[in-house]
């Protein structure tokens, strides 16, 4: 059994189940009673309209759980990955706290059948602020009076890759100034299990952030910085934030970058060491 409360690991009636694999994955098999929504994979920057249509599902999907007479939304992927983490910490900041990640990879133990139940949902007609997110805007103007934490692979902190999945040639490579490296991979023990709290505290020392400070995190699309924003609210991190948009939008921007670079040519400058560790920054 997990020591997160994040994750779960049992399933009741009462439960609204998300499947955040692909689509084709969905159609061939699912947990019995599993619902698909396709804007969970999509990447959206942090202007009205791209929060609108971000915001209008998540919506929808927690008045659909409430309608079913649901008591818990339990979402799942391949095993506690980042679409799963993704909508859990998206759910949970548009109000229904009582979304939790499976506890189980794929494939999982319970009823199966093929799946049917897709939506695909209109985006919003009013923005309303949800509770961890942060748009472009909040970065541009408190950079300097944040913790920054970029989750992506070292490829793409130093400048190497614009993106790990199919980069594409011209893209423009680099970080957010200030960032400090966690290499999303690196929540996972080898087994892919993710590590306990013990052992995240452990490595969570060797960065010089304060829990009662603003804390940010990003990556490409706001994926894979949602699960170490689950984890640090749980171990006491009291003001924690996703940038949705990450490199996805800042990368279009005419906004500060460091080791920036086109995809194919090298990034110059080192990051400077922090108490005999590289400060990734």
Not at 248 to 275: D, N
Request: charged share 25%; aromatic share 12%.
């Amino acid at each position: 059994m997990s020591n997160w409360s994040f994750l779960k690991s049992d399933l009741t009636d009462q439960d609204f189940i998300i499947d955040c694999r692909s689509q084709v994955q969905f159609q061939e098999s699912t947990l019995k009673g599993s619902c698909y929504f396709p804007f969970v994979k999509k990447a959206f920057a942090s202007d009205p309209e791209s929060f609108k249509k971000m915001l209008g599902p998540l919506d929808e999907v927690i008045a659909l759980a409430k309608k079913e007479g649901k008591s818990r939304i339990i979402v799942f992927d391949e095993g506690m990955g980042m679409f799963a983490a993704r909508l859990t910490l998206l759910l949970r900041s548009a109000g229904f706290v009582h979304t939790y990640i499976l506890d189980q990879k794929w494939p999982v133990t319970g009823a199966m059948e093929k799946g049917a139940r897709e939506f695909d949902f209109a985006p919003a007609t009013k923005i309303r602020k949800l509770e961890g997110i942060v748009d472009k805007a909040f970065l541009e103007k408190n950079l300097t009076r944040l913790q920054i934490f970029d989750t992506r692979t070292p490829e793409e902190y130093d400048g190497k890759l614009p993106r790990l999945t199919a980069p594409e040639p011209g893209s423009l490579c680099g970080r957010l100034p200030g960032a400090f490296l966690w290499d999303w991979r690196m929540l996972y023990d080898a087994s892919g299990e993710l590590v306990d709290k013990t052992f995240f505290n452990k490595k969570l020392r060797a960065f010089p952030f304060m829990p009662e400070r603003t804390t940010v995190i990003y990556d490409y699309n706001g994926a894979r910085s949602s699960l170490l924003a689950l984890m640090l609210k749980e171990v006491g991190y009291n003001d924690v934030n996703v940038y949705i948009g990450s490199w996805f939008e800042w990368r279009k921007s005419s906004l500060p970058k460091q080791a920036a670079a086109i995809y194919g040519q090298a990034a110059t400058g080192s990051a400077p060491r922090v108490g005999g560790a590289e400060r990734k920054g």
